[in-house]
DNA sequence: CAGAATACTGAACAGTGTTCAGTAAATCAA
DNA sequence: TTGATTTACTGAACACTGTTCAGTATTCTG
């Protein structure tokens, strides 16, 4: 019976088209700018057809920022692939990070820098998706401080420790110039790559 | 002719009213949980009132962050004048910025971590306001790491760019420990510490 | 062809920031 | 003490927001 199948397909088509529309309106203005009846109307559905296929708004949004988390994820696993020296797959890892984030603003804002308490009435399992997304390439950057360590490129030290601290620093640069679009900064490539050797070679 | 001062007196207490109510609900909850609404239900008022103190939301609640962000400055102002070592200053100064952060997430989250894109039909005079809370402290940390430069302690660089790199990742701290409520960060104290041992050390 | 399952909608609820015509009170000039 | 004017304030409305749910219309099944 292929009806079943069918059926299923199209609703998978039609998650797709809202997944679609939500993310250009993301894309455009961020998460104020996703509205249910501005994706309805891109669709040529009702609003309320939009919850048979999710829970509430940060479900839908949480979607778009894990499968874009996703591409993080590939680009440091092509960088480790690389078969660079350990400081060298780091240092790519970290730059590839930052310029993540830059490329796709709107999903690294939502991810890191909205406040929890946005998430007050929300369903958990929502809020989950969303914290969620940055944890992989947490863990890919412990690996490879890691292997850092292992080769004696940088000093031993507490590997959680040192990871959320270098997290801390990459995401500082990341938020900054990410959030802070009207603050005068000087050459940002230039910007970044200075901090970037501040923060590598503090772990020397 | 005293009519005209108590009136003015009146208007300011009033305004102060609406101050103190939106204080409140940003402390409790942040940015969002500020409703005219509500403010207005509080000190007794209709909604509608409030814009003959204020334009907007935002340079309502940027009245408060202004307000916050002073007493970050007097507390950097303190440390300067404690006759420490350019070093000592610049690290105190440091701890200080994010424990600020730490002490007021609501306001700090507010000016460094809101896209600019929520700001789309805002005045631009309140928006203003609300970029520029942290430009005294900023002006700060750039004087501090300029006493170090001349004092030889810290490598001589380009200041803006050492200013503006250390802002960064001290925001990086900040904002991460902020926002990121429910990651499971190794102790805190430790965190900040060893974090600004590596900030201040690669300044050296 | 009747009945069950599925897909979808329209209207409503409760909230948001903001605007503005209109009212009520206080002050001033005669 | 009037009448005019300024000031303070409000209520209702506008245009949005996320979300829910009874009800309809369509499609598939036995």
Redesign the pocket.
Known sequence: ?G??Q??AR??DE?RRKILGAAAELFLEEGYQN?????I?ERI??????I??HF????QLVGYLCTETFAELDRRLEDIMELGLSPLETLRKSLRAYIDFGREYPSHYIFVFCTPESLFK??EKESCQAVYGCGMSSFERLKAGLAECMHAGVIREADLELTAQSTWLMIHGITAGLVTCTSFPFVDKELLIEHSLDRIVGSLQ
Chains 1, 2 share one sequence.
């Open positions: 019976m009806v079943a069918r059926r199209e609703k039609l996703v509205s249910m009846r501005k309805a040529e559905y009702a609003p309320s057809t919850y048979l829970q509430d708004k940060v009435n929300i």
